[in-house]
């Protein structure tokens, strides 16, 4: 069992709706990542927290806007989404920059179908 | 800059036959490297890495890899496939310390009964 949990599994929402993607991990990373991954593509890295403070933005539309609460959650918010948005956003996390080793734990992914 | 090849987008073996999936690394400085696996709709799970240790990783589910510094490669093996590996597999560069990965562009492994 992944010790990173994603919610919802799966959302499907029109061009005007907003919405929100959550991830929880319980294993005192204090790195947090987002990533999308289209169909047969690599994870593309969208933004990473460190110490609950956005360390990387890597040019993500601003329709799209993560926010972390505190060190064990991490948002996706969603508004105005196009249909090529249409993909598995992924949530990661790790130990902080210094002892990191790299490995990342991934959750099982939010897909998301914008109509 | 760092970057990883891998060398095939797709490999077919059959059931309890070895397996090679291929990797190239470039980076300027020591790196770590890892495989991830992915099973249809599923998160990434990490395989093995290497982190300047043994050259020769042992992972999970009878996988290995070896770091060879002179080729820049760290390609994924294993002895006998199971019908289980069928996913895809993602070759991972970091620099040490730092907080981004860069992936491969995957391997696709189908394994005929």
């Known amino acids: 069992d992944t010790e990173v949990t994603q919610t919802p599994k799966h959302l499907v929402m029109g061009m005007t709706n907003k919405k929100s993607l959550k991830c929880e991990q319980h294993m005192g990373h204090r790195a947090m990542y987002w990533y999308k991954q289209k169909a047969k593509k690599p994870p593309e890295l969208m933004f990473v927290y460190s110490y609950e403070k956005l360390s990387i933005n890597e040019s993500v539309p601003s329709r799209f806007s993560p926010e972390c609460p505190n060190s064990s959650l991490l948002n996706l918010h969603l508004h105005a989404l196009q249909p090529e948005d249409s993909a598995l956003y992924l949530c990661?996390?790790?130990?902080?920059?210094?002892?990191?080793?790299?490995?990342?734990?991934f959750g099982e992914g939010s897909r998301l179908t914008v109509l | 800059a760092q970057s990883v090849t891998q060398l095939d987008s797709h490999v077919s073996v059959s059931e309890g036959t070895p397996v090679l999936l291929r990797c190239n690394y470039s980076?300027?400085?020591?790196?770590?490297l890892f495989w991830y696996v992915q099973h249809p709709n599923k998160g990434l799970q990490l395989l093995l890495k290497?982190?300047?240790?043994?050259?020769l990783v042992k992972g999970i589910n009878g996988f290995e890899a070896e770091f060879k510094k002179s080729e820049t490669s760290f390609h994924l093996t294993k002895p006998s496939a199971h019908m289980s590996d069928a996913a895809e597999y993602f070759c991972?560069?970091?620099?040490?310390?730092?907080?981004?990965?860069?992936f491969g562009t995957g391997t696709r492994l189908t394994v005929i009964p």
């Open positions: 980076s300027s400085y020591s790196p770590s």
């Open positions: 991972v560069v970091i620099l040490t310390g730092a907080n981004n990965l860069f």
């Open positions: 990661a996390s790790s130990q902080v920059s210094g002892t990191n080793t790299g490995e990342l734990f």
């Open positions: 290497y982190t300047s240790a043994a050259t």
